[in-house]
């Protein structure tokens, strides 16, 4: 955090400042003169935290000093968005008149009438083929919920430095100023022409499921919703990983997945789609069956398709004996009871975020694995491990879709970045910061996507 002080210098003395900060849990390390009179002076003074609540502490404490008057208050994190996050360049610079004839007019007047003339040009001769829309309604925001459009922009900004930093894509982040799922629907699809792929972000269940539903019947380019299918890619790649290390193979588990909203439901079907042949799925109102109608029309497609033995009850009933725990709910609802009712060697996925549904600590001496949402632990099941590398291929190869096959390849993907040698109970999953990943996960999506013939281009190194 960085503080702007006003200091009376007749009142007070700056050493009595330095301990006053001190004492609320701050670490001066920095004090940049900004004005200096005979009475007055003006600084800027950095201060590291060991966690954000020390920040209103220090404020309050500087506030109650005599001779201080607190100008400002800011931190690494908001000057960082000062003005946002992204920009757009030109690729050429307009030099003179005749750059400017061709860029614009009346020169660009000839590649418009070639798109005219054959459409597929555009992903040629417009920014099509390598510009992804990353779109948010705002509607359900990390873990802060529905805090609208405005307050969504700077994650989608984010989430548009990742393509680019990781996969040298272009995404635009857009966030819409509305809810109803018709308008967000149509609002898509009038904007789709310039884009070659659509991510979407944050968009609450269940009106997630038939927005990416609707919009991959409705549009010919690639719909991913990263709040399902890319959770669901990493936790794959994770548990591939975790299965090696307690010698299991994936039809011979019993899996147990807390927490049926969007991300759930997407974990479960990959792990369906990989081999999984007993998934049960547990929400507030106990385990999910096939003998019981839901009002919520997904809840229904989950009971025809899991829990083949239509195992009832709540959360610590139906985990007993169960080989692995995928917790994508909320903080608290496991307990070290349930993990020890599991199979010998448990492993245990709980990725509520920011707090997991266990702590890792409470477990690590009976869980063969733990992994979590969290950064701060080992094992993150972290969205962008996948997304990137995954729209690279879709982009690379003018995918009309993203299927099943091209996500279980991006999953086998990213654990394959792990060797045998590497792997063990603390190393599931590869960094974020891993340099491979994007270009492994690239190369298998286009490699499934041509094999499943939804690939419309052919890459040069594929021919």
Known sequence: MILRLEIDTKQIRFSDIVSAIADEGGDLVAIDVIQ????????????????????????????????????????????????????????????????????????VARVCMAIHEEQRKAYSLTI??????????????????????????????????????????????????????????????????????????????????????RL???????????????????????????LKLVGKSIDSIKVV????????????????????????????????VSDRTYDNPMWNWYAENSNPNKVAGSLREVIAGADVFIGVSAAGLLKRQDVMSMAENPIVFAMANPNPEISPEEIEDIAAVVATGRSDYPNQINNVLCFPGMFRGALDCRAETINEEMKLAAA????????????????????????????????????????????????????
């Open 36 to 107: 200096t009179k005979q009475e007055l002076s003006i600084r800027d003074l950095t201060i590291n935290v060991a966690d954000t609540l020390y920040t209103a502490k220090i404020v309050e404490k500087v506030k109650q000093l005599s001779g201080v008057s607190l100008v400002n208050v800011s931190d690494r994190t908001f000057l960082l968005h000062l003005g946002g996050k992204i920009e757009t360049k030109l690729k050429v610079p307009i030099q003179n008149r005749d750059d400017l004839s061709r860029v614009y007019t009346p020169d």
């Open 128 to 213: 099509k083929r390598n510009t992804v829309a990353v779109i948010s309604d705002g509607s359900a925001v990390l873990g802060l919920g529905n805090i609208g459009p405005y307050a969504a922009m700077p994650v989608m900004e984010g989430k548009a430095m990742l393509f680019k930093q990781l996969a040298d894509v272009d995404a635009f982040p857009i966030c819409l100023d509305t809810q109803d799922t018709e308008e967000i629907i149509r609002t898509i699809k009038s904007i789709a022409p310039a884009f070659g792929g659509i991510n979407l972000e944050d968009i609450s269940s269940p009106r997630c499921f038939e927005i990416e539903e």
């Open 216 to 242: 991959k019947q409705e549009l010919d380019i690639p719909v991913f919703h990263d709040d399902q299918h890319g959770t669901a890619v990493v936790l794959y790649a994770g548990l591939i990983s975790a």
């Open 257 to 288: 997945v807390c927490g049926i909203g969007a991300a759930g439901i997407a974990c479960s079907k990959i792990l369906l789609a990989a081999g999984v042949k007993e998934l049960i799925g547990v929400d507030r109102e106990g385990a999910i």
């Open 412 to 463: 086998e993907a990213i654990a394959s970045v792990i060797s045998d040698d590497e792997r063990n109970k603390l190393y599931i999953i590869p960094s974020v910061f891993n340099q491979k990943i994007s270009k492994l996960i690239r190369d298998k999506v286009v490699e499934a996507a041509i094999r499943t013939g939804v690939a419309r281009r052919i890459p040069r190194e594929y021919r």
